[in-house]
T-cell receptor, first 114, second 116 residues
Framework: AQSVAQPEDQVNVAEGNPLTVKCTYS??????LFWYVQYPNRGLQFLLK??????LVKGSYGFEAEFNKSQTSFHLKKPSALVSDSALYFC????????????FGDGTTLTVKP | GAGVSQSPSNKVTEKGKDVELRCDPI?????LYWYRQSLGQGLEFLIY????????KSGLPSDRFSAERTGGSVSTLTIQRTQQEDSAVYLC??????????????FGSGTRLTVV
């Protein structure tokens, strides 16, 4: 079984401040972890992934995420938020033994205010 | 094609009618997925096709839902006797090969289904 929790429905930050969008997961076996972003009136876009190796992974648009095995977390971060980062963010997980099928969280709406 | 194409982009149907949603994946992508995004909820897995293997239908919510993939390319999701709770955005995604999803899914823009 695999599952994802995004504990915050909404995150509000001021432009220029750091942002964190939280994600915790549960899988049997080793996890593959992903973040996707959905901008208003646009489709879902892949942002970054953790498969193996360094716990800190970097992705598009200056985003990064840190894999923490002991806390089963994969929080999305950005040092300095932009208004244009405002979007719906989804965390997803797949067990390395579960070919192809990822489980997504319920999403977190990020609002960056100028 | 250059991306995953879904049609129609919007569909309004009367309760009890059947609907067909179409997905045209990226050329060469052997894996195809259907997800459903309901208002205020996350993405719900529906079905997964990988090459010529039997599809993983474990996410289909009822026997009113079915999907097929012809020639390993285009897929059609059919919902029979639609109900209001079927209203959602239906998303299709594709990836290359058995582990292509590790590079991330490529999603289509979705079909917004409204059952009235």
């Amino acid at each position: 079984a695999q599952s994802v929790a995004q504990p915050e429905d909404q995150v509000n930050v001021a432009e220029g401040n750091p942002l964190t969008v939280k994600c915790t997961y549960s899988v049997s076996g080793n996890p593959y972890l992903f973040w996707y972003v959905q901008y208003p009136n646009r489709g879902l876009q892949f942002l970054l992934k953790y498969i193996t190796g360094d716990n800190l992974v970097k992705g598009s648009y200056g985003f990064e995420a840190e894999f923490n095995k002991s806390q089963t977390s994969f929080h999305l971060k950005k040092p300095s938020a932009l208004v244009s980062d405002s979007a719906l963010y989804f965390c997803a997980v797949r067990a390395n033994t579960n070919a192809g099928k990822s489980t997504f969280g319920d999403g977190t709406t990020l609002t960056v205010k100028p | 094609g250059a991306g995953v194409s879904q049609s129609p982009s919007n569909k309004v149907t009367e309760k009890g009618k059947d609907v067909e949603l179409r997905c045209d994946p990226i050329s060469g992508h052997t894996a195809l997925y259907w997800y459903r995004q309901s208002l205020g909820q996350g993405l719900e897995f529906l079905i997964y096709f990988q090459g010529n293997s039997a599809p993983d239908k474990s996410g289909l919510p009822s026997d009113r839902f079915s999907a097929e993939r012809t020639g390993g390319s285009v897929s059609t999701l059919t919902i029979q006797r639609t109900q209001q709770e079927d209203s959602a955005v239906y998303l299709c995604a594709s990836s290359q090969g058995r582990t292509g999803d590790l590079y991330g899914y490529t999603f289509g823009s979705g079909t917004r289904l409204t059952v009235v």
